[in-house]
C-alpha cells in the first residue's frame, strides 16, 4: 500500500468521531456542560443541531480530503493545494463551532434576547 493511500485511511478514519459526535449531538445525547445553564429546552435543541450540521460538514471535508490524496498522491501540487483547502475548510468549520457556542452562552447569559 502506497503511503498516500495509507494517509487516506487515516483520514477517513479520522472523520469517524466527526460524523458520531453529529449524529450524538441531533439525538440529543451530548450535554452542553456548563454553558447550558439558562438556556431553553428549545435553545439547546437549536444549538445542538447547528453544531451537528457543523460536524457532519468537518467530517465530510475529511472524507474529501482522504478522496483527493487517493486520487492526488503522487502529484505534489495538487496535494499541496488540497492539503491547504483542506486546512482553511475544517479549521474555518471549527471556529465556527466555537462561534456557535459561544452566541449561544452570551444568549443564554442574557436571558434568551
Not at 439547546?44 to 478522496?67: C, E, F, P, S, W
Not at 487517493?70 to 475544517?90: A, N
Amino acid at each position: 500500500m502506497a503511503t498516500h493511500h495509507l494517509a487516506a485511511l487515516l483520514f477517513a478514519l479520522m472523520a469517524v468521531p466527526a460524523f458520531l459526535s453529529a449524529r450524538w449531538l441531533a439525538e440529543g445525547r451530548l450535554p452542553l456542560s456548563n454553558g447550558s445553564t439558562g438556556m431553553s429546552v428549545r435553545d439547546k435543541a437549536v444549538l445542538d443541531n447547528k453544531l451537528a450540521r457543523l460536524l457532519r460538514m468537518i467530517g465530510l471535508a475529511m472524507l474529501a480530503t482522504a478522496a483527493g490524496l487517493v486520487l492526488w498522491g503522487e502529484q505534489e501540487r495538487r496535494l499541496l493545494g488540497l492539503i491547504v483547502v483542506m486546512f482553511l475548510v475544517v479549521n474555518g468549520l471549527a471556529a465556527a463551532c466555537i462561534y456557535t457556542v459561544a452566541s449561544a452562552k452570551r444568549r443564554a447569559r442574557r436571558g434568551g434576547g
